[in-house]
């Protein structure tokens, strides 16, 4: 009788591993799908978040290109102005150092007759004392 109890017992034993078995198999057969899925979500998932990163750098891109280009243009504005300035402050130098060169001719001539009168008078001066 203890033969057939034990015998019943490995029965038993192997009946339930054999379910055992299968119904892990089972288990993992379902978490092999579930892992499946869930990477195939985590790469939809990563390639919208690539597409968004993409989208971002490229609208980035473009405002600091539009930035940029603003800047080129406001430097060029003001480099015209400041050219324009320089050569107005030139223009007014010129006039200023043309003038004062008039003037200075002029006061150099008139002393010149000046001194010239002043000779031939005092050639003539002498001329009448011989």
Do not use: P, Q, Y
Request: glycine fraction near 6%; hydrophobic fraction near 45%.
């Amino acid at each position: 009788m203890k033969k057939v109890v034990l015998n019943l017992a490995l029965v038993a034993v192997l009946g339930l591993s054999f379910t055992s078995c299968r119904e892990t198999k089972e288990k993992t057969e379902d978490a092999v799908e579930n892992a499946t899925e869930a990477v195939e979500d985590a790469a939809e998932a990563t390639g919208a978040a690539v597409g968004e990163a993409v989208d971002a750098t490229g609208e980035a891109l473009e405002d600091a290109a539009d930035a940029t280009g603003e800047a080129v243009e406001d430097a060029v504005d003001a480099t015209g102005e400041a050219l324009e300035d320089a050569s107005d402050a030139t223009g007014a130098a010129l006039d200023s150092a043309s003038e004062a060169v008039e003037e200075a001719v002029e006061e150099a001539v008139d002393n010149a007759k000046d001194a010239a009168s002043d000779a031939v008078d005092a050639a003539a001066i002498k001329v009448e004392n011989n």
